[in-house]
């Protein structure tokens, strides 16, 4: 079956940095993505990762671990707008993406 | 460079009507997926489109709903005859076409949230 797995929330205050863990379990892995939402409106693009290791896209890095099927996102130097439900996303053969409840980061000033 | 679109926003409809939402893609992208999120659930994958093909409809909950993608542009899904369980918002998203990671970023739309009563 498949399986997904982050913190359902995570609080921090601007300026710090956050990991949001995630595990997964799912047929069929081709990466895994990661996604931002504001207030259930469109989700966002953040990073995706096809090979092991850390990609790093401005304050935002990715890091994936296909043998631990494991994988976070890193947020640095927090601002307020952070404040969102992030998601980790396994893609699948057929490019689908697998959506689990999401990390809902609150940032506090 | 526009977004995807889709449209409407919102539609409230009765049990057993029909509903058809549209969604434009980023211009240039083949690949189109819709996803919906019911109430209190995660974002779920429907169907893939490349161009005007199926590529997956696996995630499509029954045959009820009927997604089309003419000369390979625009989207629609039509919900025949809407029962009250596919209330929720129906997301649709794009990428471009080739094998390289690219794909994998997908654009989605601001959504449509449909309310069946």
């Known amino acids: 079956g498949q399986s997904l797995e982050q913190p359902s929330e995570v609080t921090a205050v601007e300026g710090a940095i956050v990991q949001i863990n995630c595990t997964y379990q799912t047929s069929g892995f081709y990466g895994l993505s990661w996604y931002q939402q504001h207030d259930g409106g469109a989700p966002t693009f953040l990073s995706y990762?096809?090979?092991?290791g850390l990609e790093e896209t401005g304050r935002f890095s990715s890091f994936l671990s296909r043998s631990d099927s494991y994988g976070y996102l890193l947020l640095q130097e927090l601002q307020m707008k952070d404040s969102a439900s992030y998601f980790c996303?396994?893609?699948?053969?057929?490019?689908?993406?697998?959506f689990g409840s999401g990390t809902q980061l609150t940032v506090l000033p | 460079e526009a977004g995807v679109t889709q449209f409407p926003s919102h539609s409230v409809i009765e049990k057993g009507q029909t509903v058809t939402l549209r969604c434009d893609p980023i211009s240039g992208h083949d690949n189109l997926y819709w996803y919906r999120r019911v109430m209190g659930k995660e974002i779920k994958f429907l169907l893939h489109f490349v161009k005007e093909s199926k590529q997956d409809e696996s995630g499509m909950p029954n045959n009820r709903f009927l997604a089309e993608r003419t000369g390979g542009t625009y989207s629609t899904l039509k919900v025949q005859p809407a029962e009250l369980e596919d209330s929720g918002v129906y997301f649709c998203?794009?990428?471009?076409?080739?094998?390289?990671?690219?794909?994998?970023?997908?654009?989605f739309g601001p959504g449509t949230r449909l309310t069946v009563t």
């Open positions: 998203a794009s990428s471009p076409k080739g094998a390289g990671t690219g794909v994998y970023e997908q654009y």
């Open positions: 996303a396994p893609a699948g053969s057929a490019r689908q993406l697998t």
């Open positions: 990762n096809a090979l092991d």
